[in-house]
Structures are given as C-alpha cells and as structure tokens.
C-alpha cells in the first residue's frame, strides 16, 4: 500500500484527498495516475468499486492547477471545457461529477457542469455559459448541445471514456466518434472498460494515440471482500419467501435488489413497502429528478432497501451497501460482475445473492463459466428447495431480457413475478397494487 504522496500529486489535491479520508492509492491509481500525468493515452481494464474515478480525475486536477499557474497573459483562451467525461448513466455521470468537486476542493475557482437526459434544458445552458472547467455528460445529451452550438470542444486538453463498454452497448458508438472528432487532435484520451475485445477494442484504436495499456483486475477476480451465494427457488412464491427472510436479517445495513425489468422493480417495490420496508425502485423510466430524490434517500439511509435495473444502478458508490440480492437475472454475465460490485466497497464486507428458479439455470452457468467461480448453492431453515438443484442445457441461448430460457419479446404477458389480480392470485400478491413509481415509503 503506497500514499497518494508518492504518486507527484500537487499540494492542493493531496489536501483534498486528505480532507476526504483517502490515505492510501488502490492499484488502478498506483498504475494509471503516474503514466495519466505524463500525458499519456491510457486503455484501462478496471473492476467496479477499485477507484477508477480519482486514477483520471486527478490527472484532469492537475492540467487546471498546471493552467492556474500560468500568467495571465499566457493562459490561452477558452470557447469551452478543459476536461470531457463521456459516461453512459445518468447516475454514474453525477457520480463522477461529486468527485471531481471533491478532488478538486483547493481548486481555485473550479467550474464543472453536467449534461445528462432528464434534466431540464435550461439549468443545463445555464451551467455551460462561461468558463467551464470540467464537463461530465451522457453522449445523447452532449450530441444534442452540441448541435445546438451551445457546446465547443475546441479546448479539450483530456478526454475520458468511463465504462466505454456500457456506452457502445447502450448504442453510442456514433455518438462517441462524434464527440470526439470535435475536440483536437493532441488531447489526452483516457479510455475506461471492463474489457477491450471487439468494438470497444476497435474504437480505441481509433481515438487513442499509443495508448499503454493498464489492466488491474478482471472478471475472474476472487471478490475477496464479497460473499457469494446462489438459492434455488422452487418457483416465484418460494423465491419471494426467501427475499422476504433475507430482508429481515439484522445483517442487512442497505440492499440492493435488482430485477430484470422497469416493471418488475416498481411492483417488487411496492410489495416490500406494502410489508413495511424503507424501499424505493430506480429505473431508466423515472424522471431524473425523482431518480435523484431516490439516490439522495439511500446515500442519507432514509432507504434500506433499492430495488433497480442494470442501467439505472450503474455508478451507485454508496459504501453501506451490505447486500446484493438478484432477484431478476442478468440479461448478461458480465452484467452479474457488475451487479456485486456495488457491495463490498470502501473496504467493507458485503454479501452478494442470487435467487434463481429452473429456468435461471443456463444463466448461472453462464455467470459461473464467465467469472471462473462456482457460485457456493446454500439453504435457509424452513426453505429448501423441495426439488433437486438443476443442471444446465448446453444448447440455451439467451432469449430476451429474462434471461436464458425465456422466448424473447414473451413474457407470458406480464412480466414475471407481477401478480395479475384475479381471483386466485398468489396469497403474497397484492391485487391492484399500484406502482409507486420511484418514490420511497417508510413504515409508518
């Protein structure tokens, strides 16, 4: 374990670093923050949760100190940001967005703006007028500035890629190649990825000038801080007697639960807040600030429990997270990566579990093949599974976003789990429950 002082950093930063808590470097910093400072072009693998976030955005603090210091008469003149975050959520660009006022505490007069979908266009031309230091935004919003002329890149020294496998999955790609056209040529790329095979692989090509390629972990990392667990269901009313049990152990500081659909998660909400849980739903459907409302009551532990989709929890750091539960599978394996790594942050334990039916079985194969981990399969006292553990089909493929074995674009009607209403409904359903559409309720 090294300090932050032996990595070069400016006084100014290592006393925000210390104002902050930070002591020591993780890895991802040790290794990307000397080769970021020299101006290098970097293709980073990083797992979730290793400090990917302050390994380029101390770098991006040192090129505005750098400026700072300057002369009047020798600074140049700006049309527009020094430093562009490009991230793929809402969520992990405010994320990235706090830590940049964080890190950049003694940064005298430190403007940063961000531009995501769902916030009002007004707010957003009104942080963008001026001298701007550092923009964080989505692609789509970006694009949509852009166009409009109320955004010039003609002044980006540093150019970062957060999650750049995320955005090309979520379609940017021509966004990206847009973007980054319309800053110079000499800029700084700094590309972050989970992996770099395929088109991500190709696109830092493209934009990267001999890049040094740093990768700390991947995605047979052991977790050492995360327990994994893997429940086998009988069917839905079993595995909602299982989430049920679980939620109620005194262990649980804050869970994350994660569903396969919008739907799923508002009505899954519902149903916990019905049974007295502190519970919200966080989703891509929601209004940004309603999704934001929502991420404030986590961080301030007005809520205990978030129930979310993929996307919408990408860039949650909140560090009380003890657990992870899957109650809806990962559309991908990678994705199952991901999920976990929102527990056992900041040096803390966590525990991560997945609750699977029969038709589940493909997938964790799939996550269990991919992670080059078995998944340890435990039992809850009143719950076992009345039927044996399943075995996997090796000729599944993924069929739609619920998982493997489910015919894509068909549910079944409804999305699994919803309850339908009629008479005969399952006793833990609630008929006619109404969505709450994000908002979180406490117990009375």
Known sequence: MMSFESLGLKPALLRALTDAGYTTATDVQLRAIPPALEGRDLMVASSTGSGKTASFMLPAMTLLL??????AAERPRLTGPRIVVLAPTRELAMQVARAATIYGRHVPGLRVATVV???????????LRGPLDILVATPGRLIDHMGSGKVQLDS???FVLDEADRMLDMGFIEDIQHIAAATPKQRQT???????AGHVGQLAQQLLRDPLRVEVTSHTDTHADIEQRLHWADDLEHKNALLDHILTERSVDQAL???????????????????????????????????TRVLQGLRSKHLRVLVATDVAARGIDVPTISHVINYGMPMKAEDYVHRIGRTGRAGRSGLAVTLAERRD???????????????????????EPRRAEPQPMPAARPAGRGGFGRPAGKPGGKPFGRPDG??????WAKPGARSSGGGFKRPV
């Open 257 to 291: 639960v994660f569903t396969s659909t919008q739907r799923d998660a508002d009505w899954l909400a519902d149903r916990l807040a019905d049974m007295g849980h502190a519970v919200a739903s966080l989703h891509g459907g929601m209004p940004q600030g309603r999704r």
């Open 422 to 427: 009629k008479p005969g409904a399952k006793p």
């Open 361 to 383: 079985a493909q997938m964790v194969h799939h996550i269990q093949r991919f992670t080059t981990q078995r998944i340890p399969t435990a039992t809850i006292v009143g719950l």
């Open 66 to 71: 750098a400026a700072r210091a300057l002369p």
């Open 117 to 127: 979908g769902g916030v009002p266009y007004g707010a957003q031309l009104k942080a």
């Open 190 to 196: 700094v590309m972050y990825s989970a992996t770099f």
């Open 156 to 158: 980006v020294e540093m």
